[in-house]
């Protein structure tokens, strides 16, 4: 499976966005489907996931209650919406695709080329 992540961009501080990442075949239900970013000269940090199944999301600490994941099944898409965004959520943001429930980049087995958020102050 192939994904392509877009939506990415420059905003202000306070501002939202929304990425989005399409997937070149039917994700199977028992998929979980992450994000993750990466800044230069830091390790790629887990934003959440989704179960692809029933949906049920998990978010790391440092984006709880300013970024939901959703995902559109028919699609295969899965969504970042992004809020009240910081100068340091800057970061390529990636999609990912584990076969299971998963928070580290070892684990996710297919992964988008990345797309770069820039939060200026």
């Known amino acids: 499976v192939q994904l392509q992540a877009s939506g990415g961009g420059l905003v202000q501080a306070g501002g939202s966005l929304r990425l989005s990442c399409v997937a070149s075949?039917?994700?199977?239900?028992?998929?979980?489907m992450g994000w993750f970013r990466q800044a230069p000269g830091k390790e790629r940090e887990f934003v959440g996931n989704i179960r692809w199944g029933h949906g049920r999301v998990y978010y790391g600490d440092s984006v709880k209650g300013r970024f939901t994941i959703s995902r559109d099944t028919a699609k295969n898409a899965l969504y970042l919406q992004m809020d009240n965004l910081k100068p340091e959520d800057t970061a390529v943001y990636y999609c990912a695709r584990a076969l299971g429930f998963a928070t580290t980049p070892s684990e996710y087995r297919s992964w988008g080329q990345g797309t770069q958020v820039t939060v200026s102050s």
């Open positions: 075949a039917r994700i199977f239900s028992s998929a979980v």
